[in-house]
Structure formats: C-alpha cells, structure tokens
C-alpha cells in the first residue's frame, strides 16, 4: 500500500512539473517579439465614399504582418519555421511602453490615411486642401530637457509664440537659437493646449535643438468626402493600396479586372513609394489570400543601399527572391510611384 501510495505520489508530481512547464512555455513572456506572414484585408470595407461605391469585381488588399510576444515554445517554433522572424522588444518599440508604441502605430496609420486621400483625390481631379497641424512627437530623447513634459502623442503647434506651416519652418527657426536658450513650447494633447518652457540642447549634428524626433501633423480635407476605417491595423505601409482604392472609387475605373491585387509601400505626397519592414512575410500573406498581383516598392540597389537594407536586399529584391519560392504564379510589379501604378493596370488587363 506505501508502495502504490509512493507511486501515484510520484506521478502526480511529475504531473504537476510537467504542467508548470507546459503552461510556462505557452504563457511566459520574454523579451522578444515574433514576426509572421499575417493577412490580406478587402480594401473594400475600409473605404466610404458617399455615393461612390465600389461595385465592380476583385479586390485591391492590404497586406499584414503579425506581431507577437514571444513565449518559450514559440521562440523555439520561431527558430526552425519558415518566415518566422525574431525581434528583440527594444527593436520593435525603441524602449517604449506597448501603449506608446501602440499610439505611434495608429499616427502612422493615419499619417498613411491622410497622404492616401490627398494624392488619391488629386489624381481623380478632385479638391485637397490641407492644414498644417503642427509637429508631431514620436519620440523624446533621453538627453532632452522637454522629456517628462513632451510625450508621444503631442502636437507642438508653437515655438515662442510663432506657428510654421511645416516642421522645416519650426526647425529653421530653432536652428537660429543659441544652445542653453530657453524655448516656449505650445503644444496640443487630446484636445487641451498646453505650454512649457525649458533650454534648448545641442543635438548630435552640433546644432541647438528641442530634442525630439517628429513629422507632420496634416489634416486633409476633400471634396467628395472620403472616410477610411483602418480597423486595429497600424503602421504606415499600407498607403500605396489605400492610394488605389480611393482612386477606383473616385473614378469608378475597372483597373481590377476581377483580379485579388495586393501591394504594400508607403505614400509620399509628391506620390512616390516608400520601403516597407517584412515584404517577404506579406508575400506569403497575398499568396494564401489568392493574390495574382504583388506591387513592391523599388529603389536601385546600389551598394550604399544593400548595406542598410533589411536582409541586405531591396524590398523588390526580397519579394521578387520570395515570390519564387512560395508564389511562381503571382507577378510581382516593381513600382516606385502611384502614377505608374495606375498605368501598369490600365494596361495590363
């Protein structure tokens, strides 16, 4: 009876040690993010144009890539599966709270959504007015005098009392300052005005500056009214497909033939495309999701270039070099502008 008593002991403990172990693999958190091939998203139930509906067949998507808290199991799963990319947190944040980083995620979005509109409804021959918000912080670095009172998230509208009409403007002046001198900051945060006074540092180039690092605010006004909901979808690769979708709506051209079309970049408001992070997981994505078409930003992969790029490779080389193995049959379209977009399927139909 000890002896049988002794052994269910024994397995009930093993149980036990077994089950911790199980749950801390599942459960516990570690420093390190996981990339993976996410999702195409219908284009179609992200844009509302009054009475500009998109009727016509196919689809215009937007491609995802899925970020995740590593575990212990699915760091270890992360090492052996394909397009499966670790990240330590400090890359994927840059040492910011999930919340910051959160809010910084959906203002690149709707920086996205912004230049989308406006280079969109110019195109169809449509009214864009735009107004200058001010700067906008995404960071503020550790040596600056501001930090504890600027946060990301906070649009600076004046500098001692004076308002540009681009973040140029705002640091020209700043520029023309002395390093130590005390610079009144007028800034907006969740729709109060606030206003604080610190001295100015002497940035890495040398010279006197707030200590931040920033972009535009814009706010973008068009006529037809033009609504975008991009769900919990953050980040500003997105800005090309959006680009096209307003487009189509706007000029109720057939440019999808019926075809499932993916793309990523970002849109500049000149039109051109900007580089992305994590092509070659969104082209597994647009696979899955049945995608014929791949539109990939291009720039010319000069030796300078390769050496800062992701993988040593342009977003056109990457995707074209993952496309072969995963997707022979989707074409892959290097694009470097929303014209040539266009151009490319008004004629190739």
Same mark, same amino acid.
């Given at each position: 009876?000890?002896? =049988?008593?002794?052994?269910?002991?024994?397995k009930v403990t093993l149980g036990?040690?077994?089950?911790?172990?199980?749950?801390?693999?599942?459960?516990? #958190?570690?420093?390190?993010?996981?990339?993976?091939?996410?999702?195409?998203?219908?284009?179609?139930?992200?844009?509302?144009?009054?009475?500009?509906?998109?009727?016509? #067949?196919?689809?215009?998507?937007?491609?995802?890539?899925?970020?995740?808290?590593?575990?212990? *199991?699915?760091?270890?799963?992360?090492?052996?599966?394909?397009?499966?990319?670790?990240?330590?947190?400090?890359?994927?944040?840059?040492?910011?709270?999930?919340?910051?980083?959160?809010?910084?995620?959906?203002?690149?979005?709707?920086?996205?959504?912004?230049?989308?509109?406006?280079?969109?409804?110019?195109?169809?021959?449509?009214?864009?007015?735009?107004?200058?918000?001010?700067?906008?912080?995404?960071?503020?670095?550790?040596?600056?005098?501001?930090?504890?009172?600027?946060?990301?998230?906070?649009?600076?509208?004046?500098?001692?009392?004076r308002h540009f009409e681009s973040? =140029?403007?705002?640091?020209?002046? *700043?520029?023309?300052?002395?390093?130590?001198?005390?610079?009144?900051?007028?800034?907006?945060?969740?729709?109060?005005?606030?206003?604080?006074?610190?001295?100015?540092? @002497?940035?890495?180039?040398?010279?006197?500056?707030?200590? *931040?690092?920033?972009?535009?605010?814009?706010?973008?006004?068009?006529?037809?009214?033009?609504?975008?909901?991009?769900?919990?979808?953050?980040? #500003?690769?997105?800005?090309?497909?959006?680009?096209?979708?307003?487009?189509?709506?706007?000029?109720?051209?057939?440019?999808? +033939?019926?075809?499932?079309?993916?793309?990523?970049?970002?849109?500049?408001?000149?039109?051109?495309?900007?580089?992305?992070?994590?092509?070659?997981?969104?082209?597994?994505?647009?696979?899955?999701?049945?995608?014929? *078409?791949? =539109?990939? #930003?291009?720039?010319?992969?000069?030796?300078?270039?390769?050496?800062?790029?992701?993988? +040593?490779?342009?977003?056109?080389?990457?995707?074209?070099?993952?496309? @072969?193995?995963?997707? /022979?049959?989707?074409?892959?379209? /290097?694009?470097?502008?929303?014209?040539?977009?266009?151009?490319?399927?008004?004629?190739?139909?």
């Open positions: 009876m000890k002896n =049988f008593l002794k052994k269910r002991a024994t036990v040690i077994v089950g911790v172990l199980v749950l801390v693999g599942l459960f516990w #958190p570690l420093p390190y993010y996981i990339e993976t091939p996410g999702s195409g998203t219908n284009l179609k139930s992200f844009v509302t144009i009054k009475s500009h509906p998109d009727k016509r #067949p196919g689809e215009y998507m937007i491609m995802t890539v899925q970020l995740a808290r590593a575990r212990p *199991i699915t760091y270890a799963l992360a090492k052996v599966l394909p397009y499966h990319e670790i990240d330590t947190e400090k890359s994927v944040t840059g040492g910011q709270s999930g919340a910051t980083y959160m809010r910084m995620e959906n203002f690149y979005m709707q920086s996205a959504i912004n230049e989308a509109k406006a280079v969109a409804v110019k195109a169809a021959g449509d009214k864009v007015t735009k107004d200058y918000l001010g700067i906008y912080v995404m960071e503020v670095q550790k040596n600056s005098k501001f930090k504890g009172e600027l946060k990301v998230g906070d649009t600076i509208t004046k500098v001692n009392g973040a =140029f403007g705002f640091q020209n002046y *700043i520029r023309k300052q002395k390093v130590g001198k005390q610079l009144a900051v007028t800034y907006e945060r969740d729709g109060v005005k606030h206003t604080v006074t610190e001295p100015l540092i @002497k940035l890495s180039s040398g010279q006197p500056g707030i200590g *931040i690092i920033l972009t535009d605010n814009v706010k973008i006004k068009t006529s037809p009214k033009v609504s975008v909901d991009p769900g919990q979808i953050g980040g #500003p690769s997105g800005g090309l497909m959006m680009s096209l979708q307003i487009y189509t709506q706007l000029t109720n051209t057939n440019l999808r +033939h019926g075809r499932k079309i993916a793309g990523t970049g970002t849109i500049n408001p000149d039109g051109s495309v900007g580089e992305i992070g994590g092509i070659d997981k969104k082209i597994v994505a647009a696979k899955k999701a049945g995608a014929t *078409i791949f =539109f990939a #930003p291009y720039i010319k992969p000069t030796k300078a270039v390769l050496k800062l790029e992701e993988h +040593h490779e342009t977003n056109y080389q990457l995707a074209k070099k993952t496309a @072969k193995k995963v997707a /022979p049959n989707m074409k892959v379209v /290097p694009v470097t502008s929303f014209k040539q977009v266009v151009r490319y399927l008004e004629t190739h139909k």
